[in-house]
């Protein structure tokens, strides 16, 4: 693929391969060890570790925004790398609840960093259109491959080692990572208009997405995806080991099993997009995200419920697969650091929402009214979706 002939793109999509890969092993890692300390209290302190990574998202990432179009890139990113490897290897030694909301609002805070610097440079290696569609296909193919293919490495790591095993292996993923950025040169920033006051700076990722009408509808787009993804990775563990008395290599299938059908979107939508409009598209993932948990309430068992994850992995990806496009066409070349920021604050923001949501609703009031509730949640989000954002919008910012 000529994609990769580009050596700045080629270790980029390495390094975030890998630290997504680790990542993963940390989400089910994080899963088990809510379990070992909580019982059948998991989901809610699972929930309530989610929510703390989201109010680091929110609260960080506009900062970083505002302020990275003055910082060297790769620097910026090397470093925060660096300090994610020393929060999770630090994970191991957890002997309580309280150090759990501890570090994994520091591990957060660093990605809340990373993550829009490094959204924000793929396009200004690929100015091109179609080149950057397929680079953020490929950029969500491995977000795909992190969900299908770190549950089941760590299945089969669980087989043989602790599962403490895997906040160590993630952080030798965040060392490789912070390896291969260090060793290209990036682009330097688009030169960023002079706005006056730190106010200004801070809000002007957020101007621009709540004043273009489909960026509103993506952000409710992003409350279903959050609703759905939520239920799902909260509440997992709850229902495999306590509902269905199943162990932890079935918890690792069905992360896989939502992970699998997301990947099989993201290879085949490039192709779709280049026939379909992307506003369909989008809104028939939502859709399918409110079908999937709605299949939930038939007390689904463990075959059922991985096709149902399966169903709500593929709304998701039809949901964000397309949201990078969606953003590039809403802003000037020297703005997308900001919009980048913008729109990672304000999705998670929705997070924030649903990750509380999905443990609280899961361990009080049982795994079916939690399915009912982010069923509605994910299906009154679509049709308003489909509100805010009208059909004969422009493809692109006048």
């Known amino acids: 693929m000529d994609l990769f002939c580009d050596r700045r793109y080629r270790h980029l999509f390495a390094a975030q391969v890998i630290a997504l890969i680790g990542t993963g092993l940390t989400t089910v890692g994080l899963a088990l060890l809510a379990s070992e300390l909580a019982g059948e209290r998991a989901g809610e302190v699972l929930g309530t570790a989610l929510a703390i990574k989201m109010i680091a998202y929110v609260g960080i990432a506009p900062v970083v925004g505002a302020y990275a179009i003055r910082l060297p890139r790769r620097t ?119 706005i006056a006051g730190v106010w200004a700076k801070l809000t002007l990722g957020m101007n621009i997405y709540l004043h273009t009408p489909r960026l509103r509808g993506l952000l409710a787009l992003n409350m279903a995806v959050a609703a759905a993804g939520a239920m799902q990775i909260v509440n997992t ?89 969606l953003l590039q066409q809403s802003c000037r070349a020297e703005e997308r650091p900001a919009l980048f920021a913008a729109q990672f604050s304000l999705s998670h923001a929705c997070w924030l929402i649903a990750y509380p949501l999905a443990g609280w609703l899961g361990s009080m009031l049982g795994m079916m009214v939690a399915f009912a509730a982010l069923a509605t949640l994910a299906l009154a989000a679509t049709l308003l979706a489909g509100r805010l954002w009208p059909a004969e919008a422009p493809s692109a910012r006048a």
């Open 76 to 194: 910026l990113l090397v470093t925060l790398d660096l300090l994610r490897c020393a929060v999770v290897v630090s994970l191991p030694f957890v002997t309580a609840v309280w150090q759990i909301y501890l570090l994994i609002f520091l591990l957060n805070v660093c990605s809340a960093g990373f993550t829009p610097v490094f959204q924000a440079t793929i396009p200004d290696i690929f100015e091109d259109e179609q080149r950057y569609t397929r680079a953020l296909s490929l950029s969500r193919l491995a977000y795909d491959l992190e969900n299908l293919l770190s549950p089941l490495f760590a299945a089969l790591l669980l087989a043989v080692m602790s599962f403490n095993a895997l906040f160590v292996l993630n952080a030798v993923a965040f060392l490789l990572s912070a390896f291969l950025v260090i060793s290209v040169t990036l682009p330097s920033p688009h030169p960023q208009p002079l």
């Open 237 to 325: 563990v709850v229902y495999v080991r306590h509902g269905l008395g199943l162990g932890e290599a079935s918890v690792a299938i069905a992360f896989a099993a939502a992970g699998g059908g997301s990947m099989l979107v993201a290879l085949s939508l490039p192709a779709l997009l280049e026939r379909l409009d992307q506003r369909p598209v989008m809104l028939a993932g939502g859709g399918l995200l409110g079908a999937s948990l709605l299949g939930g309430l038939f007390e689904p068992g463990f075959a059922p419920l991985l096709v149902l994850w399966f169903v709500l992995g593929a709304g998701a990806s039809m949901v964000m697969t397309p949201t990078g496009r």
